[in-house]
C-alpha cells in the first residue's frame, strides 16, 4: 500500500492523472446535483423494503444485501442514494481503465467523459436501485476478462469469475 501511495504522489507530480480525476470529481458533482429533487418513486420503496428484509429467493441478492446495513445508519433518500453514486464512479472509472489499458488514454479519457455526461446514466445513479452496480460488476469483468485474455493468470480469471 505504501509503494502505491509514492506511485499516486509521482503521477501528481508527473500531472498525468489529473485529467481523469477532473472527470471523476465532474461526475460526483453531476450526480449530486438535485439528487433530492424528484423525491421517492414507486421502484425506490420497493428497493427499500427488499433491502430491510433480504431474502435469498429474490434477484439481486448482492445489491440488497449492501444496501441492508446502509438503510440501518439512515433513512434519508439522498443517504440511500449514495451506493448507486459510488457504483457509477467507480464505473467511470474501469471504463477509463479499459479504454486506456487496451487503446490509449485519450480512448480512456473520451470512454470515461461519455458515461460521465450520459443523462441516462446520471438518471440511474440517482436511483435506489441496483442498475449501476450491475454496470460496475459488468465493466469490472469486463476488465478482468480481457486482461485475463491478455496475461493468462490466474489472478485476472479470478477477478473475472467473481464479477460475473
Known amino acids: ?46 428497493s427499500i423494503l427488499d433491502g430491510k428484509k433480504i431474502a435469498f429467493k429474490k434477484g439481486r441478492l448482492l445489491y440488497y444485501a449492501l444496501l441492508n446495513p446502509w438503510i440501518n445508519i439512515s433513512d434519508n433518500e439522498v443517504w440511500l442514494r449514495v451506493p448507486a453514486i459510488i457504483f457509477a464512479v467507480v464505473s467511470v472509472y474501469i471504463i477509463y481503465r479499459l479504454g486506456h489499458d487496451f487503446f490509449n488514454k485519450k480512448v480512456g479519457l473520451l470512454a470515461a ?18 442498475y449501476t452496480m450491475s454496470v460496475c460488476l459488468g465493466l469490472c469483468g469486463s476488465l478482468g476478462l480481457a486482461h485475463s485474455l491478455k496475461q493468462q493468470d490466474k489472478k485476472t480469471a479470478t477477478i473475472y469469475m467473481g464479477c460475473r
Open 113 to 130: 467523459f461519455l458515461l460521465t455526461i450520459s443523462p441516462l446514466f446520471i438518471n440511474h445513479a440517482q436511483e435506489i436501485r441496483y
Open 1 to 46: 500500500m505504501f509503494n502505491g501511495f509514492h506511485k499516486f504522489i509521482y503521477l501528481l507530480k508527473k500531472k498525468e492523472c489529473f485529467p481523469i480525476l477532473l472527470i471523476l470529481i465532474l461526475a460526483c458533482c453531476l450526480y449530486f446535483y438535485r439528487i433530492s429533487f424528484r423525491g421517492l418513486w414507486i421502484d425506490e420503496f420497493i
